[in-house]
Structure formats: C-alpha cells, structure tokens
C-alpha cells in the first residue's frame, strides 16, 4: 500500500466540508499518517484562554484535508478505516460557553435567564498510563479518566455544491462527535463529488455521550487511517463498523429524528445483509441492538443504531473491507 503523509500549516486547514481544493490526492487502498488540530486551532492552552477571547468565529473545529481519493465517484461508498489515533501532546482542554451545549440558554432555545459561564479545564494526558486528569476548577477534586481517542469530526463533501461547515452533522458525516469514531473502526460514507474529499479533525482524548457541556476533552491527534473505493454501492447516511458492532447514524433535529434515521438505516442494513424482510429485521434490531447518544448540542444531533454482529449469522459486509483495512492498518502500525 501506499503511505502518505498530511500535516497542514495552520493557513491550510479548513473549516467546512465542499467548495476546497484538495490538499493531497491518493489512489484507493492508501495509508495516511495526519495531524489534526483541535477545535480551538490551538489557541486554548489555559484556563485564562477563554474561547470568546482568543477565538475568532467562524474559525472554530478546523478539519485536516480534503483529501481526493481516485477513482470515487458520486454513488460509491469511501471507507476509512481508523489504524490509530494517538493525542499529540501532553495537554488538553474542555469549555463551557455562554450559549452553546444542552443545559444552557442558546440562541435557537432562547430563554430570559443568564446563560452559563464561560470556563475552560485544562487535562493533563497521560499516554502511557492511558488516562486524561479531571481536575476541578473550584476545589480540589481530581479524578483520573481512561484515555479513549477519536474524531469527533470526519466527513467528505456533500454533493449539489453544497458547503456545509465543520460544526455541522449530517448526511455527509461531519461533526458526529460519537465516541464509536476510535481506532479499530471503519467508517462508511457516501460519495457525493468526484474523489469524495476526505476532511479530519476535532480530536478528542475522550468525551461523555452526548458531549454535554458542549465540548469533549479537545486535543491535537496524530492518526493513521486507511482508505478505499468501494464501488457499485451506495448508502444515505454514514455507517460505521468495528469487529463487534455494525452502527449506523442519523444527523438531524429534532434528537428523536436523528433516532429513527439512524434506526431506520441499521433496520435496513440488517435486512440487506440476512435476507429478511423489514419487519423481521425490525424484530431483531429491537430486541438486540443498543442507541448510543453522539451529541446533543451541535447545529443537527446525532444518534447512533449498534447491533452486535454475531447476531448476522456471519454475513459479511462489503465482501470483508473492514476486516482487510483493519489487517493493513495493524501491519503499518506495528512496523513503524
């Protein structure tokens, strides 16, 4: 395979999904190492940094790429399978803002009360032991968490020369924010434009379903991923699969909408895969599936449909791409 390697300047990175030009082009199959920056660009570094203060809208959850993969087209399916995903500093931090998150007054959910403050908590991030520290801004209570990588933001151009910005879920991918985007997945998505253009970025060392406050714990990432074409197919909305679990999602407001996408697309799955009816496969997915929460508080939420893939009765998804990715990535990985 092919390897590459991406790290932009900070005048290239980019912040929404459509209308840029390429900064690398790759043939199907290909391994990319990358560095991300996280959603504040960098510029919160302590707890003095407020994002009011030192960012600058609409310069927020910038995204590494794109990325033009030969040979997709409009119809096909870009797998992009996750080798690793690696903090690439020692630090990272989380935010409250005046009007932005679930438990806040926002300026589409306009209440009369104050909005929240604006803090910022500073995580120190242990890579070897494999945990970020939670540390109280009002006393004195720490609390180390299991490091847990991935990106809340992953998407390729949508189509009808639409530009959709970075903060943005939907169809296309975009700002899912779902902690189920760790290393060891394969993300599906639908090509819309000639060569997909692949954008990554919103690294976070972990993060609570739902995403809250609004923020998870942002870092910087250097991650590895694997990409191919998968022609003659096609979907409507992301899927994502690991070697347990197949999932699909649904980026829409209200959240119950986003909950029926979702349910409706791995309903769907589910009976492509088995040869059952939709009702059948309605039964099943209902009885063994579960409905992990991405986020609640982006311009569109997200919800997540997950079944166990040992209820499918080994049938194999996309003549075994993801099992084929994951065996690269691992080889790539391990020789570095």
Not at 51 to 78: H, K, R, W
Not at 145 to 153: Q, S
Not at 162 to 185: F, K, L, Q, Y
Not at 260 to 288: C, K, N
Request: some cysteine; glycine content about 10%; charged content about 20%.
């Amino acid at each position: 395979m092919d390897v590459f390697d991406l790290r932009p300047s900070r005048d290239q990175l980019v912040y929404s999904f459509g209308d840029h030009e390429p900064l690398l082009r790759v043939p199907s199959g290909s391994i990319i190492e990358m560095y991300t920056e996280d959603c504040f660009g960098g510029d919160v570094r302590g707890v003095g940094d407020l994002p009011s203060q030192v960012c600058v809208f609409p310069y927020l959850n910038p995204v590494t790429g794109p990325i033009y993969v030969e040979d997709a087209a409009p119809g096909d399916i870009l797998a992009v399978h996750f080798a690793s995903i690696e903090p690439a500093r020692d630090w990272a931090v989380s935010s409250t803002f005046p009007h932005f998150g679930a438990l806040t007054t926002t300026h589409s959910t306009a209440m009369l009360h104050d909005a929240l403050e604006e803090r910022v908590w500073v995580y120190d991030v242990d890579r070897e032991a494999r945990t970020v520290r939670f540390s109280a801004r009002n006393s004195d209570y720490t609390v180390d968490l299991p490091l847990d990588p991935f990106h809340g933001t992953v998407g390729v151009a949508p189509g009808a020369f639409e530009r959709i910005m970075s903060i943005t879920p939907a169809a296309h991918g975009g700002n899912m924010d779902t902690p189920e985007m760790r290393a060891g997945v394969t993300l599906y998505l639908p090509v819309s434009v000639e060569g997909a253009l692949l954008a990554i970025g919103d690294g976070h060392c972990r993060q609570g379903e739902g995403e809250v406050c609004g923020t998870a714990v942002e870092a910087a990432m250097n991650t590895t991923v694997v990409v191919e074409v998968i022609k003659g197919s096609s979907i409507a909305w992301p899927r994502i699969e690991s070697d347990d679990f197949l999932m699909s999602t649904g980026s829409v407001k209200p959240l119950e909408d986003a909950y029926r996408v979702s349910q409706h697309d791995l309903v769907g799955w589910t009976a492509e895969l088995t040869g059952m009816d939709s009702l059948d496969s309605l039964q099943l997915v209902s009885q063994a599936g579960l409905a992990p929460t991405g986020n609640v508080v982006d311009t569109n939420y997200t919800m997540v449909a997950k079944l166990p893939k040992n209820v499918l009765g080994g049938a194999s998804t996309y003549d075994g791409v993801h099992q084929r990715l994951a065996e690269a990535g691992r080889a790539h990985v391990a020789s570095r």
